[in-house]
């Protein structure tokens, strides 16, 4: 079973996973978290180029870098994994890349950036997607106590606005991403995406 939390910087994607993990876990099943992007050695090389660059990287250049890293990710991780029957938990995938460099960046056609992801990925679908849905000033308000920014998250306002209404859109549109309020209390929204997962989880 493939899980992926989507969402905009500082919705709470990190407490949640490590939540689900552990209440997974306890249930008997075989979890697996990656991050994207990350989670293999090249990836985490990427990320670091991403997150980190001195230098403007054109927006073609940063879709292809995500869609370097997923596919490694892709192909090294989560299909070996899927296939032995364990549950892998996702901290972004490819709606991030249509959220955040299509509808955010506004600079790579929306079209193009799907065709991208489904050739990195090669046509693998999460089961579920969490999208924790949050106002764009509470999520800066969030982010801003917990960490310095890195060369993303500094994009401003009306980038995460932008950001936030791809994800909408995304919602909307497919079927598979369910939204949980994420302004409410971390044990209010856990107990709201650990409901709904429950009728959709394997026998242990």
């Not at 660059?53 to 869609?67: G, N, R, T």
């Not at 901290?91 to 950036?113: E, H, K, L, M, N």
């Not at 401003?156 to 079927?175: Q, Y």
């Amino acid at each position: 079973m493939l899980i992926s939390f989507e969402g905009i910087d500082g919705c709470g994607k990190s407490t949640h996973i490590k939540k689900l993990k552990a209440y997974l876990t306890d249930k008997g099943y075989n979890v697996h978290v990656f991050r994207e992007p990350g989670g293999t050695p090249l990836s985490e090389q990427i990320r670091e180029i991403l997150l980190n660059s001195k230098d403007d990287i054109h927006p073609l250049a940063e879709s292809l870098l995500f869609s370097a890293a997923r596919a490694q990710l892709v192909a090294t991780r989560i299909r070996p994994l899927l296939d032995t029957g364990a549950i892998v938990i996702l901290d972004r995938f490819y709606d991030s890349t249509t959220a955040y460099q299509g509808y955010g960046r506004q600079a790579v056609p929306v079209p193009d950036i799907e065709r991208l992801n489904k050739l990195a990925t090669q046509n693998l679908e999460p089961d579920i997607t969490i999208y924790l849905k949050l106002d764009p000033e509470m999520a800066y308000q969030r982010r801003k106590k917990v960490r310095k920014e890195d060369r993303m998250e500094q994009a401003g306002a009306d980038f995460f606005k932008r950001v936030n209404a791809g994800f909408d859109a995304l919602a909307a549109r497919e079927k598979r991403i369910v939204a949980f309020d994420s302004s409410r209390s971390a044990a209010e929204t856990f107990e709201a995406i650990k409901g709904h997962l429950e009728r959709m989880l394997p026998r242990s």
